[in-house]
């Protein structure tokens, strides 16, 4: 496989990671470079008069055979019918076919900032290639584990794993316990009740208060879950999980004995553990680009900070990324977009001695969507708290916010009629 191609010295970009800010980076920088405006800009993008477009061979490197709508999870797990809606193969998503990109289905294993060199093994094959690259993002995200996510690499591996967990669920004579009060463990029971009316689905949290690893407002939290119980999940606060053992059962049904901290028993068919456990996808990283946690330290800029070779030419973004707040895809999106006019920024400076003009990253407060069946709990510092239907329809439509992110990256195809610059 040796370089990025380097056709009449395109400029080569190596985007590590397939999800929200990885594709938004490759797309808003397909934009850029054909001489439109970023497609995710609220307003025109001025281009260099002595470089207003310039070849670019950006080249996407993904463990999935396909983009994976990572929100849809809780619904992708429920409902067979959008489990084939939330994952769409690389190959059928028509924005990103385009000669500048290149799409390698693999994993990094290394990457040496100083040569501007990034070791690549292959899917099944695991045959490793090196790719030389000019500018580097790093958006492999967080390792979570399942059912939090999928495990699976392709599209046709995945639809077999969720039809599995959605029998299993489906046929919970004994009902199906959530373990975990977080954002992932809410919207996974209350999708699960709502997609299934039928099944006792109970979620138990150690806390007293669901969200509680979140720096939100209490009126957020008790309104969480407020909406749970409305969706008829049962909700036991202050339980922490202490012993789960099989037992037997007549008719040959899965059963579980599921005992807590606090002396309370109870059975269960299905216990989903949905604490995230997330674990930074970053290994392939040296070091010096880390902070304690293995997260990537950034500049306001999203540039790698000092202390890495060749820093300015390495981004990150999304939930890889040590920048304050609550992960969320939007919030990968935006550093995606950014990624891409200041990698363009960076280019016109080295091309057409124009002086850099960096989008920066501001801290904002904790802000979250949260999909709890039907309805929707929203907080920010600009409306408080807020739910209901409306706020499920404008945060997340019917398809927790697949078509809204897929419109938003316009994976679709771009959308715009601007003239080229």
Not at 36 to 57: A, G, Q, T
Not at 137 to 148: D, F, Q
Not at 180 to 208: F, N, Q, Y
Not at 234 to 259: F, P, Q
């Amino acid at each position: 496989m040796g370089s990025l191609p380097e056709s009449s010295n395109a400029v080569r970009v190596l985007i590590l990671g397939g999800c929200y800010g990885g594709l938004s980076a490759a797309v808003n920088l397909l934009d850029l470079s054909q001489g439109y405006s970023p497609r995710m800009n609220s307003e025109p993008y001025i281009h260099h008069p002595d470089l207003p477009r310039f070849n670019i061979d950006i080249t996407i490197v993904d463990e999935r055979d396909g983009y994976y709508h990572l929100i849809g999870s809780p619904l992708a797990l429920s409902d067979s019918d959008f489990s084939k809606k939330n994952w769409v193969k690389y190959s059928d998503i028509p924005g990103l076919k385009d000669p500048s990109i290149n799409i390698i289905q693999g994993s990094v294993t290394s990457v040496d900032p100083a040569t501007k060199k990034a070791t690549i093994s292959a899917h099944l094959t695991e045959e490793k290639s090196t790719l030389e690259y000019d500018y580097l993002v790093s958006a492999t995200g967080l390792r979570r584990v399942w059912p939090v996510v999928p495990q699976s690499k392709t599209r046709k591996q995945y639809l077999l794993e969720a039809e599995n967990h959605i029998t299993s669920v489906h046929n919970a004579n004994h009902g199906v316990m959530v373990v975990g009060g977080g954002a992932v463990g809410i919207e996974m029971a209350a999708e699960l009740k709502m997609v299934k009316p039928h099944l006792k689905v109970t979620l138990v949290h150690s806390r007293d208060k669901l969200l509680s690893s979140e720096g939100l407002p209490d009126e957020t939290k008790d309104v969480a879950l407020q909406l749970l119980r409305e969706a008829g999940v049962e909700v036991l606060m202050s339980h922490r999980l202490a012993a789960n053992n099989k037992v037997e059962t007549t008719d040959g049904s899965e059963k579980y004995e599921i005992e807590f901290t606090n002396g309370h028993k109870m059975f269960a068919s299905e216990v989903i553990m949905a604490i995230s456990r997330s674990v930074p996808t970053s290994t392939y990283l040296p070091t010096s680009a880390l902070d304690a946690d293995g997260l990537v330290k950034i500049k306001p800029n999203l540039q790698f900070q000092d202390g890495t070779p060749n820093a300015e030419s390495h981004y990150a973004a999304g939930d890889i990324t040590n920048w304050p707040g609550i992960k969320r895809c939007g919030g990968a999106m935006h550093h995606g977009h950014y990624v891409a006019q200041n990698i363009h920024q960076s280019i016109l400076s080295q091309r057409a001695g124009h002086t850099p003009e960096f989008k920066e990253l501001v801290v904002y407060p904790p802000v979250i969507g949260l999909a709890v069946g039907k309805k929707a709990v929203a907080s920010s510092p600009d409306t408080g708290t807020v739910y209901g239907e409306e706020v499920a329809q404008s945060c997340f439509r019917d398809d927790l916010g697949w078509t809204i992110c897929w419109n938003y990256m316009q994976l679709g195809g771009r959308k715009t009629d601007e003239a080229k610059a």
